[in-house]
């Protein structure tokens, strides 16, 4: 009778060959699995930070234009004042105020 050594050797390599190969591929899904999930992660979260920075710059945008109306009232009333007194300088309060207010429509348009 001849020995069976051999052939059971090749189904034992082949066996083991197959368990390997079904491990790598398990392997391979679950890391695909686990970037895809990173890979969507970093995706939303990228989205929302362009979102969060377009917000962010309209502030900015918003905050600039009021920054520049409060730094023109500022002026406007420094000049207002400087008239006011200018104008009051030996005369009555009341004449002052109204000539001043006058001058400070014209300086402070509406």
Do not use: Y
């Not at 398990?26 to 362009?50: E, N, R, Y």
């Not at 009555?92 to 109204?98: K, R």
């Amino acid at each position: 009778m001849p020995a069976a050594g051999p052939v059971v050797s090749l189904v034992t390599d082949a066996a083991a060959g197959k368990a390997a190969t079904h491990g790598l591929e398990k392997l391979t899904a679950a890391f695909d699995a686990k970037v895809t999930g990173v890979v969507k992660s970093v995706s939303a979260a990228a989205t929302q930070m362009q979102v969060t920075s377009q917000s962010m710059s309209a502030i900015a945008e918003q905050t600039s234009q009021q920054a520049s109306t409060v730094s023109a009232a500022w002026i406007c009333e420094d000049k207002a004042l400087a008239s006011l007194a200018s104008v009051g300088q030996g005369r009555g309060v009341a004449l002052s105020a109204e000539r001043g207010s006058q001058t400070a429509m014209g300086l402070c348009p509406r």
